[in-house]
Nanobody
Framework: QVRLVESGGGLVQAGGSLRLSCAAS????????VGWFRQAPGKEREFVAA????????YYADSVKGRFTISRDNALKTAYLQMNSLKPEDTAVYYC????????????????WGQGTQVTVSS
């Protein structure tokens, strides 16, 4: 089992940057793919980015390509989401999730979820 805790959210002006962290408990973090998802007020939760167990397979939503970078450090049992050139439409609660199989944009495939961290981008 994996417990996930997100951190790094906050309030930032448009054009700014934030780095989210997803810290995992348990000894098997390296056997899980990790995904980042977000949910804006009044909207469905949506895929942001995903990374495979060893970081070889990486996927992004079109809306964040070129601005966001997902990475992981298995020794630290932590995944990251570097967010640059933030826009007001990036405002959402961001969640990380762990998938025992493979990196995917399909949130129904993920087995474990964190509690989320708020990101607010002001215009």
């Amino acid at each position: 089992q994996v417990r996930l805790v997100e951190s790094g959210g906050g309030l930032v002006q448009a054009g700014g940057s934030l780095r989210l962290s997803c810290a995992a408990s348990g000894r098997t973090f390296s056997t899980y793919a990790v995904g980042w998802f977000r949910q804006a007020p009044g909207k469905e939760r949506e895929f942001v980015a995903a990374i495979g167990r060893r970081g070889a397979n990486i996927y992004y939503a079109d809306s964040v390509k070129g601005r966001f970078t997902i990475s992981r450090d298995n020794a630290l049992k932590t995944a990251y989401l570097q967010m640059n050139s933030l826009k007001p439409e990036d405002t959402a609660v961001y969640y990380c999730a762990a998938d025992q199989l493979a990196a995917t944009s399909d949130q129904s495939k993920y087995d474990y979820w964190g509690q989320g961290t708020q990101v607010t981008v002001s215009s």
